[in-house]
Each structure stands twice: as structure tokens, then as C-alpha cells.
């Protein structure tokens, strides 16, 4: 199935680096061309990307891979392929259709798919391949809006959350929205994602300290950044018209978080305007999630505490629960979960965290996260 929504790689970027040095990304990647296609069964990642040939703005997928082809590998033991172009349907549902069998696809072979390019409404189409596995997703936004309005409003490109909400069968068990600007949304969306109890840092919180951003992507399933996220000045469109947002150095770094975190399965990068810089950008925020990928530490403390540190902290009448790795210095906090009014039998689950969360308890401040993690199963 996937060869039949695929385009192979341009023969111009082909042509650039067929004489690549050993340790240049295009010398190391796998490609698919017009003669060849990766054996997915050897391959641990894959790019593909996203090309509407009647956008007026979109990333420069073919200039993408001439800047990420020329970067130096780091030290990887994976195999990363690039399967060319998904080429948009006719109408949006069929580009969902596509980007939904191909990412199945791709996870039945354990692939973890890279999507770049197009607008940021393919989202729900990445979110569409988890239907049959009968689990909760969560879905981590890098955003500075929350693409969630009104029942009622039916542009997708402005609504894609709200029909993840609302469309049968429903299997979104959370969102957070990393970076939002108060001024780009409406007082009604903000009162919609409170009252979900989805998590919300606001841009200026990130500034102050990019590793919060660290235990949202550590708990999501799909990773979704929009380029318009990322301050005007270093996208280098002057029709971009956000004068205020993430520098370089904040886009990579939560990049490499949403890499190294073990349960990010899709990661997507929408919304480009097709400039060189832009262009550069990406393969370098392509280049530090693929880096945290190979650093990834498989651990969480419900199937192994030994390696673990336990804290115990009185907050407001009841005991909050901490546990903090000693090989990374992740942390994680314990919340009691019920299963049912009928049902006297209790559950714990461990909810990624911060340093900060457990200074909050410290303090006999509940942190935000544990809150809106405990009142949305009620």
C-alpha cells in the first residue's frame, strides 16, 4: 500500500549527493528512488514528504533534503530511510485516507514516521492510524494556537482538534498545547481546553524554561509542530506574521525531546512557507529528534524501580508520590485513578513530570499537570 500514495526522491536531489562523505546523513539514509525501495523490515525511521503542488506558501520539501542530506550523522546504530513525497488527494479527506493507511503501515513494521510538509490539519489523518489499537492517544501540539473551535465551524485547518474531540470512534485521550499566545486564541477555546482539562503552557513560560515542555512530549503518542510556532526572524518569511515565538535553539531542543521520548510513535513538522532558512531549520529539528531517538532509555518505574528514587511529600491531607530516575533525572508522579463508581478497586498510574511539579508539592502546592490529570477521570 505505501508504494502506491509514495513519489520517489527527485533525481536533481539524488544527483547532489551521490558522492556524500561516509558520515554525511545522505551517504547513511536509505532511499527510496525510482529503482529501489527501503526493506521497511531494516528500518527504524522514515521521513516522508508532504508536497500540495497548489499551496501558494509550503515547505521546500526538495530543498529540506539538500540541507539535511549534507549534516553529519551522530553516533546511530539505526536504520533511517526517506520514502519520498506524499503527494495531496483531490480533497482533504483523501489526503487523510493516504497519510492514515500509510502511517498504519508504517507501525505494523515498527517504522516511526517523520511527516514534513503540508498543513497542519494532517494531523488528524496521523491520529486516524491509531483507531484499531484499542488505546488512548495523547497528542502533544507545538503551537501558538489550538486549532479547536466551535462545533459548529468546519474549516479544517482551524478545527482538526475539535473533530478529534467529537468524531466517533473517539480514542484522544489528551492534548497539550505547547507555546500558545494568549492573542491568537479566543476566549471560548480557552475556556473549551480548561474545561477538557487539556494542558496549556503558555509562550512565555517556555522562555523562562524550555525542559517544561519535556514531560508533555514525554507523554504524548503524536508530536504535531506548526512552523508559524517559531519567531518570524527565524523562518525568514516576511509574510510570516508572528513577530513573537520560539528561537532555533527552543524549536530543536523540544525536537529532541519529543525524540528521546520512548512513547512518541509519529512526529510531524506543518505549516512551512518554503524559504531556505526555513528549509535549514527543519533539517536541523529533524536532525535532534532522530539524535534523542538513538538516546532513548526505555525506562519507567512501574516495571522497574530499582533504578528509581522514591520521594514521599504531605500535600493538603494526602501523600503525593514522586519517583525520580537516576540515570536520566526524569521524574514522574503517581496518581490514583478510579475505575468506576460501582467499582471499589483502585488503580496508580505515573504521570510524566518536572522538577518543578515536585518543588510545587514541596511548597503544599498541588501542580497544575496532577490536577488536570485527576479531575479529567472523574
Not at 498543513?119 to 488505546?135: I, S, V
Not at 518543578?356 to 502546592?365: G, I, M, P, S, V
Request: charged share 20%.
Amino acid at each position: 500500500m505505501i508504494l502506491e500514495f509514495l513519489q520517489p526522491i527527485s533525481e536533481e536531489v539524488l544527483q547532489c549527493y551521490d558522492e556524500a562523505l561516509p558520515s554525511q546523513i545522505g551517504n547513511y539514509i536509505l532511499k527510496h528512488t525510482s529503482s529501489e525501495f527501503p526493506d521497511l523490515s531494516q528500518v527504524k525511521i522514515a521521513l516522508v514528504g508532504v508536497v500540495d503542488e497548489h499551496a501558494p506558501y509550503a515547505l521546500d520539501v526538495e530543498e529540506f533534503r539538500k540541507q539535511f542530506y549534507q549534516l553529519h550523522t551522530g553516533q546511530w546504530n539505526q536504520s533511517i530511510a526517506d520514502l519520498g513525497d506524499l503527494m495531496v488527494g483531490a480533497s482533504a479527506e483523501d489526503t487523510y485516507f493516504a497519510l492514515k493507511g500509510l502511517v498504519k503501515e508504517l507501525h505494523q513494521y515498527q517504522v516511526l514516521p517523520i511527516i514534513i510538509g503540508g498543513t497542519q490539519d494532517l494531523t488528524y489523518g496521523m491520529y486516524r492510524a491509531y483507531e484499531n489499537l484499542d488505546q488512548m492517544i495523547n497528542l502533544a501540539n507545538v503551537d501558538g494556537k489550538f486549532d479547536i473551535q466551535a462545533a459548529e465551524i468546519s474549516i479544517p485547518k482551524y478545527s482538526y482538534v475539535s473533530r478529534m474531540i467529537l468524531e466517533a470512534p473517539i480514542y484522544l485521550h489528551n492534548v497539550s498545547n505547547l507555546g500558545y499566545q494568549t492573542y491568537w486564541n479566543s476566549h471560548e477555546s480557552i475556556e473549551l481546553m480548561d474545561r477538557l482539562y487539556f494542558d496549556m503552557i503558555k509562550l512565555g513560560d517556555l522562555h523562562a524554561n524550555i525542559h517544561l515542555a519535556e514531560p508533555y512530549l514525554r507523554d504524548a503518542d503524536i508530536v504535531s509542530v506548526d512552523l508559524t510556532s517559531v519567531e518570524a526572524s527565524y523562518i525568514g518569511f516576511q509574510g510570516h506574521n508572528n513577530p513573537n515565538g520560539f528561537n532555533g535553539k527552543e524549536i530543536c531542543a523540544m525536537a529532541r525531546y519529543a525524540g528521546i521520548s520512548d512513547r512518541v510513535t509519529t512526529f510531524g513538522i506543518f505549516e512551512g512557507k518554503g524559504t531556505p532558512q526555513e528549509s535549514f531549520l527543519t533539517a536541523q529539528m529533524i536532525w535532534y529528534f532522530i539524535e534523542g531517538y538513538h538516546f532513548r532509555a526505555m525506562e519507567y518505574p512501574i516495571t522497574n524501580r530499582n533504578n528509581f528514587t522514591k520521594y514521599i511529600v504531605p500535600v493538603d491531607h494526602q501523600e503525593m508520590v514522586f519517583y525520580k530516575s537516576n540515570l536520566t533525572g526524569k521524574w514522574w508522579m503517581e496518581i490514583e485513578l478510579n475505575l468506576g463508581k460501582n467499582n471499589k478497586n483502585k488503580n496508580t498510574t505515573l504521570l510524566p513530570c518536572s522538577h518543578e511539579d515536585y518543588l510545587h508539592a514541596c511548597n503544599q502546592e498541588i501542580p497544575d499537570r496532577w490536577w488536570r490529570a485527576y479531575r479529567k477521570q472523574l
